[in-house]
């Protein structure tokens, strides 16, 4: 390791063609991109009162976690509910163990929230306003997406992506968890990581952490790991930045401009860690087609989409027509080693 990993603090309260230009620019350089949280979508408080609450939750005992085991139908089914130590693997080719950590999946609260442990359903209310701000926030980020785009309004125009997860519209697999790595004494070596190498698996992930927390990591084109940091300015910022990420489908989307890049959890100390991730995912029918955009015609990057394909384990030119849901099944099955 590690140089830091430059990627840009970008404000977007006052959005103007030029703040979607930027957002678009690290979207498709970086593939990940800090936004600046001035609390008038997720407001600071409420993180703080999650990242409690998810402390609460996973200091307790054993018992009290597995009656919502993940898959279960306790936990409201498929990729929901509480994952133990070692319980999944993110790069599974490349680790003799599972992942070091635990977590909590929570699906979207329609047309109710999934049944919960105590703890976590007593401050149900929190979860589902937490979970709808997080959603309202990735439609702004793909709406930016999309205007800088230019996909003409006849095609849908700024709403392409946004329609795309229109949540009242049907089922998603979009997911919000908590995540807990608990203390540890190992590490130092490349190969032990707290959270394997991986891409995400939907559309844009937004990723909360905590200061004194490091260890996430982006991995650089020119194939060395680049840590990046909780708060990239803390004078200037006040509390962290918001930091989004570009997940497989809107590679796929836009023919590999937007980069879906790859990320893991180092060591880097071994101390307890908290982190929380809301995956954003389209609706599960949507098409993985290719976005109706000049810009992507000329800026698509044919061999990085190869690339991605053959990391994902598809044929060449696989993975067109496939649905957003062909490809989360695809790749839940891999990572927690599920049948049909
Ligand atoms: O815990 C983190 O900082 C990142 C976790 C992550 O990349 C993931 O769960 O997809
Ligand atoms: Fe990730």
């Known amino acids: 390791m590690v140089n830091s990993a ?3 603090v970008i404000d977007i309260s006052n959005p103007s063609p030029d703040t979607a230009q930027e ?4 979207a498709s350089t970086h593939g990940f991109l800090f936004i600046r949280n001035d609390g008038s979508t997720i407001p600071q408080d409420d993180i703080t009162q999650m990242f409690n609450l998810s402390r609460t939750f996973f200091t307790q005992p054993t018992a009290s976690k597995s009656t919502h085991s993940i898959h279960t139908p306790a936990a409201g089914g498929k990729n929901r509910g509480w994952v133990t130590m070692q319980g999944e693997a993110l790069d599974p080719d490349a680790q003799k163990t599972g992942d070091p950590k635990e977590a909590f999946n929570i699906a979207p609260p329609f047309p109710t929230l999934q049944p919960l442990p105590p703890v976590l359903q007593s401050s149900s209310a929190l979860i589902s306003r937490f979970q709808t701000r997080c959603h309202a926030f990735c439609n702004t980020i793909l709406t930016l997406l999309a205007s800088a785009l230019s996909i003409s309004d006849a095609d849908g125009g700024s709403t392409w992506f946004a329609r795309r997860h229109d949540q009242a519209r049907g089922p998603s697999g979009t997911i919000f968890r908590m995540l807990y790595y608990p203390a540890t004494q190992r590490g130092g070596d490349d190969e032990s990581v707290r959270a394997g190498a991986h891409s995400d698996y939907g559309s844009v992930t937004l990723l909360f952490r905590l200061p004194g927390q490091p260890g996430l990591e982006i991995l650089r084109p020119d194939g060395m790991w680049a840590g990046v940091p909780v708060n990239p300015a803390p004078d200037a910022l006040g509390a962290p930045p918001i930091l989004v990420n570009i997940g497989d489908l809107l590679s796929f989307w836009t023919g590999g401009m937007l980069k879906s890049t790859v ?11 908290y982190s929380m991730a809301y995956f954003c995912h389209p609706l599960d029918d949507a ?20 690339r991605q394909r053959q990391r994902l384990g598809l044929r060449e030119g696989g993975g067109k027509g496939m649905t957003a849901k062909e490809h989360l099944d695809r790749r839940l099955k891999v990572t927690y080693g599920l049948e049909d």
């Open 263 to 273: 990320h893991r959890v180092a060591f880097s100390g071994g101390e307890e860690r």
């Open 23 to 26: 957002v678009l620019s690290a």
């Open 6 to 8: 430059n990627i840009p």
């Open 287 to 306: 098409e993985l087609e290719t976005v109706p955009s000049k810009v992507v015609a000329e800026r698509g990057d044919a061999a990085e989409l190869e």
